[in-house]
């Protein structure tokens, strides 16, 4: 079975520049989930949809950050513009999205560097 | 909101030794999940675990959830290179199928 794909791996942008990031979730997953890892500290929720609804997105900053997933299936996270403090690993994670487990699986993440 | 604090921070341990480290919240928890990331590389679920006193084993990996169910401890036993990595634990913050995670403990091994 496949896993969660990211792409890209990395990315250095310079601040106020825009960068996106993509993610295809584990096939038949309806959860999708946007996490922002900042070096040191464990994964921050930014966003969770529900197939392709948003469920949570309390934790995104929406002044710069956007997300979508048009066909409930992979998922693009958009920064538009990014400041220095965007740097970070943003990691992508998928479940069933049925009964009461929390187990997320997560992809290997993208690693943004703004400079 | 909820906060979890794992402990220790870091540890250095020998190749052989074992490895206790634990998790703490400030709420009550129903489920506790425990992972691990390698540098370069997303959590990878370790442990899931649904019931208050509950001790499940994983290889050489034993989680307990905590009678209280505000804490969860992580046992590695005959430690190896090859568990050099940050352990997370992480439990549900309200809302559907949502986790918070801990602040992490990075264990290295020395051979």
């Known amino acids: 079975e496949a896993g969660v794909a990211q792409s890209p791996r990395y990315k250095i942008i310079e601040k106020r520049q825009s960068v996106a990031f993509w993610c295809n979730p584990i096939s038949g997953h309806a959860t999708l989930y946007w996490y922002q890892q900042i070096l040191g500290q464990g994964p921050k929720l930014l966003i969770q949809f529900q197939n392709n609804g948003v469920v949570d997105d309390s934790q995104l900053p929406k002044d710069r950050f956007s997300a979508e997933r048009l066909k409930g299936v992979d998922s693009t996270l958009k920064i538009q513009p990014a400041k220095l403090e965007d740097s970070a690993v943003y990691l992508c994670?998928?479940?069933?999205?049925?009964?009461?487990?929390?187990?997320?699986?997560f992809g290997p993440g993208t690693r943004l560097t703004v400079l | 909101g909820q906060q979890l604090n794992q402990s220790p921070q870091s540890m250095f341990i020998q190749e052989g030794e074992d490895v206790s480290m634990n998790c703490t919240s400030s709420?009550?928890?129903?489920?506790w999940l425990w992972y691990k990331q390698d540098p370069g590389e997303g959590p990878v679920l370790l442990i899931a675990?649904?019931?208050?006193?509950e001790l499940t084993s994983n290889g050489r990996l034993t989680a307990q959830f905590g009678i209280t169910r505000k804490d969860s401890f992580l046992n590695i036993s005959a430690s190896i290179p090859s568990d050099v990595g940050i352990y997370f634990c992480?439990?549900?913050?309200?809302?559907?199928?949502?986790?918070?995670f801990g602040t992490g403990t990075k264990l290295q091994v020395i051979p």
């Open positions: 992480a439990g549900p913050s309200g809302g559907y199928q949502k986790v918070t």
């Open positions: 709420s009550i928890f129903n489920t």
């Open positions: 994670a998928s479940s069933l999205g049925r009964g009461g487990s929390n187990e997320q699986f």
């Open positions: 675990l649904y019931k208050a006193g």
